[in-house]
């Protein structure tokens, strides 16, 4: 584990408020070592494209051992620091979720408060906490600060009014906080004035979706976050140019 802890703090480090990791997210050991190549130190492993990429749907439409053996793969192929995107952790167990992880040669998860095996709920606020707070006691049993990104779909889904959804995102962070998260993530597009707001009023680094094919980094950094990834973007755009080089011979 001593290796794993190492990689593990060498990541959270990374994230520094105004000067932000990228982090590109990958689905496979050709899309990590594209990455590593290109001189990148540290990946995420985004759920959506690893589903698109073995033909399952997003959204836990495939087994967390199918996720985690991708993840394997590339822990294998690159010698840098991995998240992994876990979902809303697949039905189990944190103990399970994080031996799982560890097993893979993962040092950090991403975990939303979407329940996909339970219609698409939203977990309550504290609900989530709690599930931050047993990954966070089992990693730290493991003797790896397993780097925790706590994620909240508020945003994304659009739930509840406009005019105080900030507020409660702000709300259901520093619950995570207190349980042990280690970095935030209100995903969904923001304006300027949120994503600073969000940046300035949580206490933890705050981790943004980045476009690949409209690149904004100084915007993000301006605004304060400490962390950047790409979702399913950078597969999208890919396919996009793969969609114009298939073009040319039809």
Do not use: C
Not at 28 to 37: C, G, I, Y
Not at 43 to 52: E, M, N, R, Y
Not at 194 to 210: F, H, M, Q, S
């Amino acid at each position: 584990m001593t290796s794993l802890e190492s990689k593990a703090k060498t990541f959270l480090e990374l994230h520094r408020p105004g000067t932000p990791a990228v982090l590109p997210t990958v689905w496979d050991a050709w899309s990590a070592n594209l990455a590593v190549a290109a001189g990148f130190s540290a990946l995420t492993v985004g759920s959506h494209p690893v589903a698109d990429s073995i033909g399952r749907p997003d959204g836990e439409g495939m087994s967390y051992t199918e996720l985690l053996t991708r993840a394997r793969q590339i822990t294998e192929a690159v010698d840098v620091p991995v998240s992994v995107d876990i979902e809303s952790g697949y039905g189990l167990e944190p103990a399970q979720l994080i031996d799982g992880l560890l097993e893979a040669g993962a040092i950090g998860l991403n975990i939303e408060d979407t329940v996909h095996s339970e219609g698409k709920r939203l977990r309550g606020a504290e609900e989530h906490a709690d599930l931050v707070r047993g990954l966070r006691q089992f990693a730290d049993a493991a003797g790896v600060h397993v780097v925790v990104n706590a994620r909240t779909d508020l945003f994304l889904r659009q739930d509840g009014d406009e005019s105080d959804r900030v507020d409660r995102a702000i709300a259901r962070l520093n619950l995570a906080v207190e349980a042990g998260a280690d970095v935030l993530y209100p995903v969904g597009r923001h304006s300027d004035a949120d994503l600073r707001r969000l940046t300035a009023e949580l206490p933890k680094p705050v981790n943004a979706i980045g476009i690949p094919d409209a690149p904004n980094l100084k915007e993000l950094a301006d605004a304060g976050v400490a962390r950047v990834s790409f979702g399913p973007f950078l597969q999208a755009a890919l396919a996009k140019e793969a969609d114009r080089l298939f073009g040319a011979w039809k």
